[in-house]
């Protein structure tokens, strides 16, 4: 490529902008300040500035990427530039709100926020600095991509660890580091957030490993696939026993409270899995997926509750068959008046279904029978052969076993004539009709297969919680249950697990993000369908749909 | 006794009358075609053939037995396949597995390895194309793959809907010349046609459809040089 084209440098100054806008509205969405508290070095820099600088850094890093070919001087100056104008908002406004009160329009703009981006000095010599360390930033963000990939791979991944470590001190503290040993880890590497110790120790294990990956991985791989056949399958059985293992011993290494998130984010994974068949496999949309959860844990308190509203005082094994079925009839009782539908409309029904549910379950005529606003009290633990599933420890394995049963029949009926049906109804109804395919059979099979999934995982959170109540079963789940299908990939098993763990079990880590969470949502989203629209763990054909288009375009004839 | 007798069918789309009492029939071993203009309510005849639409009115018969009470997917099991208007393939499937999908009525891996050679020995531009993802064929391309997915289920009666519709000229001939081949083969085809021109050359004995009923019917040959079939459907002034 020609080395002497001009460097670009409206587009180091449009991105510098954009940069810039972001960091203003992070700032006055009140994320900077929230975040503020969060030490994620401490005494260094906390996760406010992480978010702030951020967006200096991705302003200087986007100049780079846009100019590969620039000589690297040029795309030095050219990131300080974006890093200098990304911090150009923030000035304004501390300029501005510092005489003038914004607060009863923008109340995030607090004089708390306005200290934290002048660093704590007086307004000129803060914002001074503040222009520097974005001039700076955004020089850095602009050497990583200049950096050749086996130094920024390590470099990268080395950052990231910190940030992660950093940011899940508060519980990696609460899990390990209370006695003994841990305490000892824990005085060495955490304070308020990591210590300078500890972030050096982080960063130089993970990028060290990186690196050493990096030179020897691509050895160790072609060694692999050099052996024959057979031992390349005792290969593969070895990783699946030693995938088996670990989540078995899971509990044991993730202590009481990461044990009760992954609980959590496993009664999502059983639903994901069930919606990944109607959504990613059959390609209905339904928005009222949260109607069979609903109805998998009413009938299983009714059945067992050992309150007032129990009609059969059944044991959590007796009833987690029935709780099944009610809910695999409600899906075929929704899936008969939906079958001739399609996309929106199907939406639109489906989310009108979710809340017909709620609302009986919520109605004083049905109060008699499932307890209206009071819910369903006294339902007792599941317990086998003496075990009571009552610590999140031991549910651990109920919710695990169900998860594996689930995981393991959506994989087979993806490949089996079923799972063949249901592709071919996604891509087009007309044509698979006309390739012999009963529509009706095979609608009728995902709403039912996909209400099974979402009724064993309501039965269990119903065990699991003792008691239920209409507020739990809202729309918000149903909404949670599809993004986590579309952040991990529509179709793809492995992108369930994924999905659920980033939008269930982090938000579960970081409480403070509560505040925040369904605009993590739809910024992810956004950026997901921007950046990789097929997920992060995508199913194969998809995957190809995505991005062969893009390399060999159709040809017009 | 025909192959196919459509007798006097009604069929409405709520209160559209789309066809108002088609009859015709197609004897085994020929090419027949229905041609007429945009609207006219030719893939409302094939739909209601392939049991997609069901006739208000009338009657469908395949050899002898009545269609319409069976529902579409059992249709195919009986021989007739459609191949809907539009290039309608699976675009995110490669050409192999489209082809595997059109013979999704059938279970003996064998006899279906053994019709996938047959298929691409008709097309052998699929065959070398026979792991590319079906969405970046091009438009001809399109056009023989949802024609040869539908050979898959092995039809004895082939329900066509506008093969030629926006193929260069050059590549109209060699789709109608694959479908006189697979005519030859031994299987019956229903041909619809905006391409009148075309159509007629290749067919046994052709249909005029006008607003949803039959407006003539004759040998391929007659239709040829009938006087407004010229005027209205070949542009002979
Ligand atoms: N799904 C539908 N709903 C309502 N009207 C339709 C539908 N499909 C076709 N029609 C109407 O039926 C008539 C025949 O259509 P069609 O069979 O598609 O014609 P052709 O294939 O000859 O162009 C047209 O007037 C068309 O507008
Ligand atoms: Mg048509």
Redesign the interface.
Known sequence: MDTQIGFNWRESVRLGLIGGLVALSLSLIGVVETFGGRGIISGVISLGQILLFGAMAGAGYMSARQNPHARTGLNLVGGLIAGLLASLPLIVLVFVAGPINLRDFLPNASPGLLKLLIFEQDQATGSLLLLAVSAVVGLVGAGITLLPGRVRHPLLMGLLFVLMVGLLSEIIILAWGTKGLGLKIRRFMFDKGLSIRGTLLVFLIVAGLNALWGALGGRAQARVSALPAQQQKVLGWGRIALGVLFMLVLPMILRTYLTEVINNVGLFILMGFGLNIVVGFAGLLDLGYVAFFAIGAYTMGVLTSQGELGVAGMSFWSALPIAVAASVLAGVILGVPVLRMRGDYLAIVTLGFGEIIRILALSDFLAPAIGGAQGILKIPKASLGGLEFVAPETLYYLILAACLVAAFVSWRLRDARLG??W??MR??E??A????????QTKLLAFAMGAAFAGLSGAIFATKLSSIFPHSFNLLISINVLCLIIVGGMGSLPGVMVGALILVGLPELLREFAEYRLLMYGALLIVMMLSRPEGFWPEE??K??LH??ET?????? | MAMLEVENVHVYYGNIHALKGVSLTVEEGEIVTLIGANGAGKSTTLFTI?G?HKPREGTVRLEGEDLISY????I??KGV????EGR??????TVQENLE??A??RTNRADIRQDLERVFSLFPRLKERRSQ?G??????EQQMLSTA??MM?RPRLLLLDEPSM???PM?VESIFATIQEINREGTTILLVEQNAQMALQVAHRGYVLETGAIALSDSAANLRRNEMVQKVYLGIV
């Open positions: 063949r049906q592709m071919a891509e087009d007309d044509v009709e006309a390739m012999g395919i009963n529509l009706v054909s998809r190809r749909e062969e288009f060999e375009p159709v040809l017009a004839d | 392939s997609v529902p579409a997917h059992q195919v099991a396949c459609q191949v809907p309608r393939i699976f675009t995110r499937l999908m059109g999704f009525t993802v969405g970046t064929l091009s438009g001809g997915r539908a289920s926006g193929l260069a590549l």
